[in-house]
């Protein structure tokens, strides 16, 4: 069975720290897919990464970078040099080859302060 | 702007009303996905269509509804509703016919039941 698990429910750093949101997916396929998506206050969902399971290659996009490592599950992203902006609902989902829908963690909470 | 449109934006009804939600799909997408963002539930997947077919079922209410039209666009329809109904209602499309590889949703309809 998919299941995504975002532990931190809520978390609040400074402006210009860095932090680390994780994610830790379990599943049964060999072939899957996982994204974050960004909740900004005002609702809607953003589209911020896409990664297939046989790519596990790093990958950073400005101050956001991401951590994907098979051998614990995990699908770990962070912002660095945080900004106010970031403030948002951050959501780590899964979606298996085949399968026809995503399964979405509960989400993190990021407050950024200034 | 995802390319995926769902109206109306905003929606406030009484309890045991009946309400209709559109979703129009990005060019060329042929399937829909219809989720359901809750305080308590998360978000959570209710249904798929794929070219006007049903193509798979989530957490979806038999009060609840749900079909694609010829020209792809969806309609989410919600009877005899009860306050616990009151969430953001999302759409999502994908060229894919099985497999969530493409991740853009639309801006959400934020129903509020009274």
């Known amino acids: 069975a998919q299941k995504v698990t975002q532990a931190q429910t809520e978390i609040s750093v400074v402006e210009k720290e860095d932090v680390t949101l994780d994610c830790v997916y379990e599943?049964?396929?060999?072939?899957?897919?996982l994204f974050w998506y960004k909740q900004p206050p005002s609702g809607e969902l953003v589209f911020l990464i896409r990664?297939?399971?046989?790519?596990?290659q790093n990958e950073i996009s400005g101050r956001y970078s991401w951590n994907f490592q098979k051998s614990t599950s995990s699908f770990n992203f962070t912002i660095t040099a945080s900004q106010v902006v970031d403030s948002a609902v951050y959501f780590c989902?899964?979606?298996?080859?085949?399968?026809?829908?995503?399964?979405f963690g509960k989400g993190t909470r990021l407050h950024i302060l200034p | 702007d995802s390319g995926v449109t769902q109206t109306p934006k905003h929606l406030i009804t009484a309890t045991g009303q009946r309400v209709t939600l559109r979703c129009s799909p990005r060019?060329?997408?042929?399937?829909v996905y219809w989720y359901q963002q809750s305080l308590d539930q998360g978000l959570q997947f209710l249904i798929q269509?794929?070219?006007?077919?049903?193509?798979a079922k989530g957490n979806i209410l038999e009060r609840f509804s749900a079909q694609q039209f010829p020209d792809l666009h969806s309609e989410l329809n919600l009877s005899s509703l009860e306050l616990g109904d009151s969430a953001l209602y999302f759409c999502?499309?994908?060229?894919?016919?099985?497999?969530?590889?493409?991740?853009?949703f639309g801006q959400g309809t934020r129903l509020t039941v009274v």
């Open positions: 989902a899964l979606s298996e080859a085949g399968d026809d829908k995503i399964i």
């Open positions: 599943t049964r396929d060999t072939t899957y897919y």
């Open positions: 269509y794929y070219n006007g077919e049903e193509r």
């Open positions: 999502a499309s994908s060229v894919e016919r099985g497999g969530f590889t493409e991740a853009f």
């Open positions: 990664r297939n399971s046989f790519d596990e």
């Open positions: 060019s060329g997408d042929l399937s």
